[in-house]
C-alpha cells in the first residue's frame, strides 16, 4: 500500500489521482485480505466521481472488516454514493423520445445503453468503468485503468452466463457475469446491474 499512499500525497491532477488509484487496485490484487486498502481505494473513487467503483469498495471494506468500527457510517456513505451514480446515470442519460433535426428518434438514442461495471479479465485484476452496448458493439472503457478498455462486435460474443450470487451478507448486490468471445477471450464483470446488462446485451445482439 505504500506506493499507493505515496501517489495520493503527491497527487495533484486527475491523472495522478487515477494513478494512485490503480497503485492501490495492484497492491490489493496482490494483498486482497487488507481491508483499510479498500477504504482508501473508495474514498479516491469518490473523488475522481468513480462513484460504481467507490461503492465496490466500500463494499468490499465491509466484507473484510464487517465488525468496524466504522462500519455504520461507511455503510451510510454507500446509501450516498448510490445516490450520487443514480444522478449522474439520469443526468449522461439522453431524454426518452429525443429526437434528430429531422423529427426521427435518434438510432443511438434507442439502441444504446451504458452500465457503470466492475471488470475483471483474469490477467491483471480488478478496475471499474463504463461499458456500452448498442450498435452492434459492446465497449468497456475504464478511466483509471485504460489497459483494461476494449471495443468488441456484438457478433464476436459466443456466451453470455451469469455466475455467483452475490459476494455474502455485506455485499449481497454484487453479482457477476461472464462474457465469452469467438477469440477465446472470456471476460468477468460485477456489479448490481448484472440483469440489466445482461438484457441489454441479448437485446443488442437480436438486432443484429
Sequence with gaps: MVRGQTAVKIAQTPD???AAISEFQQALIAAPWLADGYYDLGTLQEK????AGAIWSLKLYLLCSPKAEDAETVRQKVFELEYLQERASRESAPPLGSANPSGTASAQTIRTVSFDVAHHDG?????????T???GMLRFHSS???????EIQLSEITEVKPKGRGLGLFAPDLYDYVISFKNGKRDRFFGDNRDDVLAAIRNARGQN
Design 133 to 135: 452496448i448498442g450498435n
Design 48 to 51: 475522481a466521481k468513480y462513484y
Design 144 to 150: 483509471s485503468n485504460p489497459s483494461h478498455s476494449f
Design 123 to 131: 490477467l491483471s485484476g480488478v478496475c471499474t468503468g463504463t461499458m
Design 16 to 18: 495522478d489521482i487515477n
